[in-house]
C-alpha cells in the first residue's frame, strides 16, 4: 500500500528574548519518554517558564491548563541557562522532517552554545536490568572526546532514528556541536528509570547537580499519567521511521 | 476518579508460547494481581494500591 504523507509547516512563537549562549536539551517524545520525563523533571526542579512554543496545523487540538491558563503542549522552557524542548502531545509523522529543521533553524538564530537530545533505546529485557545503560552518541570528535571526558559510554556502532538524529544532522550542518544521550529503555512503556539514569549522564556532561531521586519515587505516577502518549509516541515513531538495512 | 484503567501491553509470540508483558503502576505485590484463562481469553485484573484522582473523558481531563 502507497501511504501518501503530507508534510506541515512549523512554527515557532517566542514569548520573550533569550540570551545567546544556552544548552539546548530536545525531550520530545520517542522511546519510553525518556526525553519527556527528564525534560519535566528539569522543568519543574529548576522552575523554569515556557519562553517560546510550536505551532503547526498537524498538532492535534489539545491546550494544557495551568492554574486556569492555557498553556501550549509543544514548547520550550528555560531558566536563563537551559533552554527545554518537550511536547505533552505525540508528534506527528508529517511534521517530523520541518520540526527538526525548524528547531535546528531556530537554536542557531539563538546562538545557543550546544544541543543534548535525551532519548530512550529499546531494550526486550528491560525489566531484568536494575539500573539502564546510557551511551552517547555526538556530531563531532570534538564532542566525541568530550563525551569520554565526562565518562559516558559512546555508541560505537548502530543507527539512529527519530528527531534526534535529524537534529544531530542538522545541527552539524550549521557547526553547533550536539550530543544524544541515550538510555537502555522500555520499549513502549514510559520508564522514568531510564529517565534517571539519562539525566544522570546529562549532569556528568553539563557539570551539574541533578537530583534523580524524586523521580524515581514517582515513578508510578508518571507512568500512568503518561500512558497514552507513550502509547501514541510508539505509534508515531513507528509510522515516521523506517527500518536500515546493515 | 478512575475505575479501571487499560495497561499498556505487548504480546510476543515464539515457536511454543505467547509472552504478555504489562505496565502495571501502583501494583507492588504479585497478591494484587489476579489472572483468569479462559478459552480464547485471559483476564488479568490489578487493583492499585492507592487511588488515582484524575478524571479523563473525552475531549477534556481534570486532575485533582
Redesign the interface.
Known amino acids: 500500500m502507497v501511504v501518501h504523507l503530507e508534510y506541515y509547516d512549523v512554527d515557532v512563537v517566542e514569548l520573550e528574548p533569550l540570551p545567546p549562549n544556552l544548552i539546548a536539551i530536545e525531550g520530545l517524545p520517542d522511546i519510553g519518554l525518556v526525553g519527556v520525563i527528564s525534560s519535566f523533571h528539569l522543568i519543574e526542579k529548576m522552575h523554569m517558564k515556557p519562553v517560546a512554543y510550536f505551532k503547526s496545523v498537524a498538532l492535534p487540538p489539545i491546550q494544557s491548563v495551568k492554574m486556569g491558563i492555557i498553556q501550549e503542549p509543544m514548547a520550550a522552557y528555560s531558566d536563563g541557562k537551559l533552554l527545554i524542548i518537550t511536547s505533552e502531545v505525540p508528534v506527528p509523522a508529517s511534521i517530523v522532517k520541518n520540526l527538526s529543521r525548524t528547531i535546528a533553524d531556530w537554536l542557531y538564530e539563538k546562538r545557543v552554545s550546544f544541543a543534548v537530545s535525551i532519548n530512550g533505546y529499546p531494550t526486550q529485557r528491560r ?1 531484568e536490568i536494575q539500573k539502564p545503560e546510557v551511551v552517547g552518541v555526538s556530531n563531532s570528535e570534538k564532542g566525541l572526546e568530550i563525551l569520554k571526558e565526562k565518562g559516558i559510554k559512546p555508541l560505537e556502532e548502530g543507527y539512529l532514528a527519530g528527531i534526534f538524529a535529524e537534529l544531530l544532522s542538522l545541527l552539524k550542518d550549521r557547526n553547533i556541536d550536539a550530543y544524544a544521550i541515550i538510555a537502555e529503555s ?5 520508564d522514568p528509570g531510564a529517565a534517571a539514569s539519562a539525566l544522570e549522564a546529562l549532569s556528568k556532561l553539563l557539570d551539574m547537580k541533578i537530583d534523580v531521586q524524586e523521580l524515581l519515587e514517582k ?3 508518571i ?3 503518561l ?1 497514552d502518549l ?2 501514541k509516541a510508539t505509534q508515531n515513531k513507528m509510522e515516521a521511521v523506517p527500518s536500515m538495512y546493515r | 476518579m478512575i475505575d479501571n484503567v487499560e495497561p499498556l501491553s505487548e504480546i510476543y509470540e515464539t515457536s511454543d508460547s505467547y509472552i504478555i508483558t504489562m505496565d502495571l503502576p501502583f501494583i507492588t505485590d504479585k497478591n494484587q494481581i489476579e489472572i483468569y484463562a479462559k478459552e480464547n481469553e485471559l483476564e488479568i485484573i490489578a487493583t492499585m494500591n492507592r487511588k488515582v484522582y484524575w478524571s479523563s473523558f473525552e475531549g477534556f481531563g481534570r486532575k485533582g
Open positions: 525489566i522500555f520499549p513502549t512503556y514510559p515513578a508510578d505516577e507512568r500512568l499519567n500512558k507513550s502509547a
